[in-house]
Nanobody
């Protein structure tokens, strides 16, 4: 499984950095992504990063979130800046496309004053 961490409560306009450590089996040669899930909704992909460092962002987070990876550490990060209340969700990491068996518990991000 993939374990995301770093979530918490932050005020609007604030920042958080999420981390996700993966096994080499999962991480190597795979596109990695960060997903989020709002209550009652399906998970949505917000950012992905290729082995070579190329990235993709959903329009809702473009310019505010930055995904990165350290291949030697099998770790992927999500730097979230200028957070908005509508970013409140549980955030997960997984490969892209996602592997059902590798969903972890996610980390809750709450943006509120």
């Amino acid at each position: 499984q993939l374990q995301a961490s770093g979530g918490g409560l932050v005020q609007p306009g604030g920042s958080l950095r999420l981390s996700c450590a993966a096994s080499g089996r999962i991480f190597s040669s795979n596109v990695m992504g960060w997903y989020r899930q709002f209550p009652g909704k399906q998970r949505e992909l917000v950012a992905r990063i290729f082995m070579g460092g190329g990235t993709y962002y959903a329009d809702s987070v473009k310019g505010r979130f930055t995904i990165s990876r350290v291949n030697a550490k099998n770790t992927v990060y999500l730097q979230m800046n200028s957070l908005k209340p509508e970013d409140t969700a549980v955030y997960y990491c997984n490969t892209v496309p996602a592997r059902v068996a590798d969903w972890g518990q996610g980390t809750l991000v709450t943006v509120s004053s």
